[in-house]
Structure formats: C-alpha cells, structure tokens
C-alpha cells in the first residue's frame, strides 16, 4: 500500500495524520483534550466489518425507507455495502487508537468511580492512564495506521464526474462527536470534487443534522427542490 504524503494544501492527499481537539464544554476532565487522528481516502483501508460497527454504534441506517430505522444490524447487508463502497465516488475514514475510541466505556463506571473521577479527578486520571497503559502499551507504541487503529468517522460522495455529486453516509462514533471529525470528512470530501471541477454538491442528511451542514458551508438549494424517495410496494 503506497503512502501518500501531505504536502501543503493539496487536495489530492489520501492518507494524512491529524490532531481532533474536544471543545471545552460538559466533557468528562479524565478525557484528553486532543487525539491523533488518521485520515484516508482509500477505499482498500475500509475494513467492511468495522464500517459495519461503525454504522451501528451510530444507530445510522443506509435504508431511509424502513420504519425501523434504528435496527441497523438487519439493514446493512455486507454484500450491498461492499458494492456501494465500490461504487463511490469519494470515501473518507478517520481513524485513531483503540484506546481513544474505547472512552465512551467510561461512562460505564459504577456511582462511586463517578464521585472519585470529580472529587479527585487528578488521582483518577492518573489511575486510569496507569490501567489502561499496562494492557496497551505495546499496541499504543505503534504508529497509527488503518491497521492499528479503529474506523470513528466515515462519509461518502456519489458523482456523475461531471456537474454533481452528493454526500452520503457522514457518521462520527458519539463519544469523539464535538471534536471537529464530521467537518474534517465533509471538508475532505468537498476539496476532493471540487479538485475536479464538481461544485454542484448535495448533502443528504435528517433534519436535526441541517445545523451542521449549514456550519460546513451548505445552504438550502436556491431551486426549491427537496429529496423525494420512490416507496417500492410489494404488489408491484
């Protein structure tokens, strides 16, 4: 696998290291402020399995049509979402350590954990950097790759490679949202059509996700038009 280097702005990087910095709100204090953070556009970095996870630890569905929208497991089908990764125009997946990516477990901690994390949250931080050290240190050692990391972030693009294309599948694991990963991928995603002269670009999204499409620059359409899906009737 080549490694393709970061040079500058270049919009044609397809493996980059980055740092995603939490914003100071109500995050736990025992979390670290900043991660690095592995961006490729690689299709052969996406491991179908991960993605798989990564749509169901996001409650993501692809099927906008099914009333049960949340029971991901029974929508995703492996071989339809290797042909539509296959058929994409664009794929961006940011990857990070396991380790960082494993931090929602803390909110899995019991009420007396809780209470020492805020009464000494310098004790308890050091605590948990001590336990979670001695079983990763060695995975921790090696440098972050696709390999050695976990798939957090993904999203999608779909072009006719010429007058539009449209963004699909945006998903950010919940503990590492807030974190500026959503707009490093629509970002990404945007520098990469409009490198070849697409401009004509639509974000397919739920209503409560507007706010952050609007946030990465996307308006409504000035045509007034709207997404419309056609419902397959089982008479038909």
């Known amino acids: 696998m080549g490694l393709a280097v970061c040079v500058g702005n270049s919009p044609l990087v397809s493996m980059e290291l980055r740092w995603a910095r939490r914003k100071s709100d109500n995050a736990a204090s025992t979390f670290p402020r900043s991660i690095p953070i592995y961006i490729s556009t690689l299709k052969t970095d996406i491991n179908l399995e991960e993605l798989r996870n990564l749509f169901s630890h996001c409650n993501h569905s692809c099927n906008r049509l099914s009333e049960n929208g949340s029971n991901v497991e029974k929508i995703v089908d492996m071989k339809k979402l290797q042909t539509a990764i296959s058929h994409s125009d664009v ?9 960082h990516a494993d931090l929602h477990d803390a909110a899995l901690y019991t009420d007396e954990e809780s209470l020492a994390s805020s009464l000494y949250p310098s004790e308890f931080r050091r605590q948990y950097k001590d336990e979670s050290s001695l079983g990763d240190l060695l995975h921790n050692a090696l440098p972050l790759t696709p390999s050695t990391g976990k798939l957090v972030g993904f999203g999608r693009a779909y072009s006719d490679y010429g007058l539009t294309a449209s963004i699909h599948d945006l998903m950010v694991l919940p503990s590492l949202q807030r974190m500026g990963i959503g707009r490093l991928i629509v970002n990404r995603i945007v520098r990469l059509l409009t490198s070849r002269d697409i401009y004509d670009i639509a974000a397919l999204c739920f209503e409560d ?6 946030a990465c ?4 359409d000035r ?14």
């Open 223 to 236: 045509m007034g038009s709207t997404t419309m899906m056609f419902t397959k009737s089982l008479e038909m």
């Open 217 to 220: 620059g996307f308006g409504d």
């Open 91 to 99: 794929v961006v997946s940011v990857f990070c350590k396991p380790r």
């Open 209 to 214: 996700e507007r706010p952050f499409f609007k």
